[in-house]
Nanobody
Framework: QVQLVESGGGLVQAGGSLRLSCAAS????????MGWYRQAPGKQRELVAT???????NSADSVKARFAISRDNAKYTVYLQMNSLKPEDTAVYYC?????????WGQGTQVTVSS
């Protein structure tokens, strides 16, 4: 089993920045991909960005120029640096970890961007 604990969400004005963190614990040796998804009210959960164990990243076009994902393999922690935030970035952000067997999700952290 893998447990994911997110931190760093909050309220920020448009144009501001936030940094999300997600620490994995438990059977972490089996994790290959970590990342972030988000879900806005009334919308489906969508990919924000992912990063694998060798640093290959994948991110949504809507955030590619503004958000940066990084990972500390020694700490099994993934970060999402979010810059130039927009009101449409408002959502619950979920940490994600993929192993060879299962996918795991965090509880989510709220990010609210005011205009």
């Amino acid at each position: 089993q893998v447990q994911l604990v997110e931190s760093g969400g909050g309220l920020v004005q448009a144009g501001g920045s936030l940094r999300l963190s997600c620490a994995a614990s438990g059977t972490t040796f089996n994790i290959n991909v970590m990342g972030w998804y988000r879900q806005a009210p009334g919308k489906q959960r969508e990919l924000v960005a992912t990063i694998d164990s060798v640093g290959m990243t994948n991110s949504a076009d809507s955030v590619k120029a503004r958000f940066a994902i990084s990972r500390d393999n020694a700490k099994y922690t993934v970060y999402l640096q979010m810059n130039s935030l927009k009101p449409e970035d408002t959502a619950v952000y979920y940490c994600y970890a993929k192993t060879s067997i299962l996918n795991y999700w965090g509880q989510g952290t709220q990010v609210t961007v005011s205009s």
